[in-house]
């Protein structure tokens, strides 16, 4: 079991471990970021190939369309918050650290330096999409420079805090109060080393169809994944995405206010 704190703007504990060291930056050591609320992140997408989404009633066909997200810190804080940092980061050159060992009596912690990254303001602009029959799929091309993973949070129903790199078992009635069974969910990929862990970028737009689900029409893979939104507007498109169309440009809308940057806390 985790040492829990309380998290400010949270009505619940978060891990101390997770209000402790991520990485260092110019000397200084910094924390996980996290949202304390709700934002909405809106996402323009341009076709790769140079054609138009087919148009609304009444619309004209334009080669971009949007959509948007309302991303969820109340229920999954420590994703919400890495995904919203990234839509708004600003390019500064980083060094990556690993942390080996934790004591929570004594305060100390080893860490190991390992590399430089960059990460460019608007993390997503430019970012490439794929498909599958049930995903709208981000590239994963940041993973590896990043340097980090966000731990795996999933809060159960009827929970007041999320549980932290542990899946749920929805055939004993484990069910999460964000569930992925839902046309236009946002989640992040697994981490490549661990599904204990997320992707620190990649996040997919899950395609929800009751026609391939299992009993009760949850989708096999509820519970397995960090939902931390849901499409609101513009899900009509999701289903017209192509492999190779682009992510243009991510914008936090709303919620920068509640985002609690590691510098800040």
């Known amino acids: 079991m985790f040492p829990f704190q309380q998290a400010p703007g949270l009505s619940f504990?978060?891990?101390?471990?997770?209000?402790?060291?991520?990485?260092?930056?110019?000397?200084?050591?910094?924390?996980?970021?996290?949202?304390?609320?709700?934002?909405t992140v809106e996402f323009t997408i341009e076709r790769g190939n140079g054609s138009t989404f087919s148009p609304q009633a009444g619309g004209e066909?334009?080669?971009?369309a949007t959509i948007q997200v309302v991303i969820d810190g109340y229920s999954a804080p420590?994703?919400?918050?890495?995904?919203?940092?990234?839509?708004?980061?600003?390019?500064?050159?980083?060094?990556?650290?690993?942390?080996?060992?934790?004591s929570y009596?004594?305060?100390?912690?080893?860490?190991?330096?390992?590399?430089?990254?960059?990460?460019?303001?608007?993390?997503?602009d430019g970012t490439k999409l794929s498909c599958?029959?049930?995903?709208?799929?981000?590239?994963?091309?940041l993973d590896r420079s990043i340097g980090y993973s966000v731990p795996l949070e999933i809060m159960p129903s009827g929970q007041f805090e999320p549980l932290y790199k542990t899946t749920l078992s929805v055939?004993?009635?484990?069910?999460?109060?964000?569930?992925?069974?839902?046309?236009?969910?946002v989640a992040m990929a697994h981490s490549e080393d661990s599904e204990e862990y997320s992707s620190p970028n990649?996040?997919?737009f899950y395609l929800y169809d009751k026609r391939n689900a299992g009993l009760g029409g949850?989708?096999?893979?509820?519970?397995?994944?960090?939902?931390?939104?849901y499409a609101t507007a513009g899900r009509e498109i999701l289903s017209q995405i192509k492999t190779g169309d682009i992510i243009r440009s991510a914008k936090l809308l709303e919620g920068r206010d509640r985002l609690v940057l590691p510098n800040e806390n």
């Open 13 to 39: 504990l978060l891990p101390e471990q997770y209000l402790n060291l991520l990485f260092a930056k110019k000397g200084a050591l910094f924390l996980f970021s996290r949202l304390t609320g709700r934002g």
């Open 78 to 102: 420590l994703t919400a918050g890495n995904f919203a940092k990234l839509v708004r980061e600003r390019s500064d050159n980083c060094i990556a650290i690993d942390i080996i060992s934790y």
């Open 202 to 204: 990649q996040f997919f």
């Open 132 to 141: 599958t029959s049930q995903a709208v799929l981000s590239d994963q091309t």
């Open 218 to 229: 949850l989708s096999f893979d509820e519970g397995q994944f960090s939902v931390f939104g």
């Open 61 to 64: 066909a334009r080669s971009t």
């Open 171 to 185: 055939q004993d009635g484990e069910l999460p109060v964000l569930p992925l069974s839902v046309y236009g969910a």
């Open 105 to 124: 009596m004594h305060g100390a912690c080893g860490i190991i330096l390992t590399q430089d990254y960059q990460v460019m303001d608007g993390a997503y």
